[in-house]
């Protein structure tokens, strides 16, 4: 799991509005690329 700073956390959390938003931001961001 990647760590993140709070201010990445924010900067996150303002981009991103809808739990679907952020479900796609994680899956993009989280996972390995295949």
Same mark, same amino acid.
């Given at each position: 799991? $990647?760590?993140?700073t #709070?201010e990445q =956390? $924010?900067?996150i959390n303002?981009k @991103?509005?809808?739990p +679907? +938003?952020?479900l796609?931001?994680? @899956? +993009?961001? =989280?996972? #390995?690329? @295949?």
């Amino acid at each position: 799991m $990647s760590k993140f700073t #709070p201010e990445q =956390i $924010s900067e996150i959390n303002d981009k @991103l509005k809808t739990p +679907e +938003e952020v479900l796609q931001w994680g @899956l +993009e961001n =989280i996972h #390995p690329k @295949l």
